[in-house]
């Protein structure tokens, strides 16, 4: 399969824990995106890269949220400190690059407890 | 941010063509019109997008109308494995804005 691959694809963890998740665009994708999708909304952006760089993070819902892509290829989102406002899907996307379309992967479901 | 307006459902027949429109008043000149469409717990699947002209692919068409203020998905044919949320999003320099969606509901 060459498509965005997500990992884990669930994670519970208890409130406070911090948690990560590792997205793998296609790979002659530059661009990366990470997204939350809440019950009945659409996906909220939240980040993205350009190979290596972090282009945009205004959009990171705290300071408890991060990213990386330290090589270009995979990303990281970690949240520290989870709360039960964080319970939600998280989607990974890359495009090849700008204005081209972005492929999701099949998004981590998180459940803060 | 440049913001998009869907109807929240549509049901369409089996068989019939699917029209989702979708206003889009504040884009400006340089942001393309992306579709998506999102299956119940998938990620959203990318169908078409467009800046000026009209477009079409295997899946579908776009027709953007002149004044680019809003634009209007077409699916041909509709099957039962087409509903979906359909999501009209303006690309604001590569960060995409997804609004709540269409839900077209097909039936048979």
């Known amino acids: 399969d060459t498509g965005v691959s997500q990992d884990p694809r669930h994670k519970i963890t208890k409130r406070g824990q911090n948690v990560t998740f590792r997205c793998d665009p296609i790979?002659?994708?530059?661009?990366l995106y990470w997204y939350r999708q809440t019950l009945g909304q659409g996906p909220e952006f939240l980040t993205y890269?350009?190979?290596?760089?972090?282009?945009?993070k205004s959009r990171l819902l705290s300071d408890r949220f991060s990213a990386e892509r330290p090589k270009g290829s995979f990303s990281t989102l970690e949240i520290q400190r989870t709360e039960q406002g964080d319970s939600a899907m998280y989607l990974c996307?890359?495009?090849?690059?700008?204005?081209?379309?972005?492929?999701f992967g099949p998004g981590t479901r998180l459940t803060v407890t | 941010d440049a913001k998009t307006t869907q109807p929240p459902s549509m049901d369409c027949a089996e068989g019939r063509a699917a029209n989702l429109p979708c206003n889009h008043s504040?884009?400006?000149?340089?942001?393309?019109v992306y579709w998506y469409r999102q299956i119940h717990s998938q990620g959203p699947q990318y169908i078409i997008h467009?800046?000026?002209n009209n477009e079409t692919n295997e899946m579908a068409s776009l027709i953007i109308t002149e004044d680019r203020k809003s634009s209007t998905l077409i699916l041909p044919h509709a099957t039962l494995r087409d509903t979906a949320v359909y999501y009209c999003?303006?690309?604001?320099?590569?960060?995409?804005?997804f609004g709540s969606g269409t839900k077209l509901n097909v039936k048979p």
């Open positions: 996307a890359s495009s090849f690059s700008e204005n081209y379309e972005q492929y």
């Open positions: 790979s002659e994708h530059n661009r």
């Open positions: 890269f350009q190979n290596e760089a972090q282009l945009e």
């Open positions: 504040t884009i400006s000149g340089n942001e393309y």
């Open positions: 467009g800046l000026k």
């Open positions: 999003i303006s690309n604001n320099f590569n960060k995409f804005y």
